[in-house]
């Protein structure tokens, strides 16, 4: 079945530092693909999303790029903020042999510093 | 605001007890789903409906049994709760196909002791 594997944190950062966090995926069919972010004591909410091949997602200085050859969907962020520490999840929609539901990773929490 | 609410927000009861949690949408789709979150877990699927009466299982639905019968609303029964279903449990529905966005309520986060 589809999966996604997203890197464990915590992830700790300084304010201003570069951010990666990875994620890949398997899937049977051509899937979109999602970023979700989750605030404390909030539900999850969209931070961006690629729906083929080579497509860039991009919200809030955020950015994940759909690579199909690598079947990866890494978010990047050129310099994070205190208010960026929130849990990120990689998540993908595959609608291939009539399955319905959505995957998503184990969550990568993200602590940004002062 | 995708306009979803959940109740309760809140919820500690007993083992053997039944639980019903309610998720109600003001957006008219047609799918919803029912998520559980735990440490260490991310966010599972347990049921979901794709329409009035039509809903189906996901990877975790022991224990658990759904219904709708109007659009707006998605009921998720714990019918004996057990300890392993203290959890966050979070809502979500989606715009159209379920390769949409999908938009989630705030959570309730239910303790059985």
């Known amino acids: 079945g589809d999966s996604v594997t997203q890197m464990e944190g915590p992830v700790t950062l300084s304010e201003e530092a570069f951010l990666t966090i990875n994620c890949t995926y398997t899937a049977t069919g051509y899937p979109s693909l999602f970023w979700y972010v989750q605030y404390p004591g909030e539900g999850l909410q969209l931070l961006l999303k690629a729906t083929k091949a080579d497509d860039k997602g991009s919200n809030k200085g955020f950015e994940a790029t759909y690579r199909k050859e690598t079947t990866s969907f890494h978010l990047e962020k050129g310099s994070v903020q205190v208010s960026d520490s929130a849990v990120y999840f990689c998540a993908l929609s595959d609608l291939a042999g009539g399955s319905y539901i959505p995957t998503f990773g184990r969550g990568t929490s993200l602590i940004v510093h002062p | 605001d995708a306009g979803i609410t959940q109740s309760p927000r809140h919820k500690v009861t007993e083992t053997g007890t039944p639980v019903t949690l309610r998720c109600h949408q003001t957006?008219?789709?047609?799918?919803m789903y029912w998520y559980r979150q735990d440490p260490g877990h991310g966010l599972r699927l347990i049921h979901y409906s794709y329409g009035v009466k039509d809903t189906d299982k996901g990877e975790v639905s022991d224990g658990y049994s759904v219904s709708r019968s109007k659009t707006e609303d998605f009921l998720l029964t714990l019918e004996s709760a057990t300890s392993s279903q203290t959890s966050v449990y979070f809502c979500?529905?989606?715009?159209?196909?379920?390769?949409?966005?999908?938009?989630f309520g705030p959570g309730t986060r239910l303790t059985v002791l």
């Open positions: 957006e008219n789709h047609r799918y």
């Open positions: 979500a529905i989606s715009e159209g196909d379920p390769t949409d966005t999908q938009y």
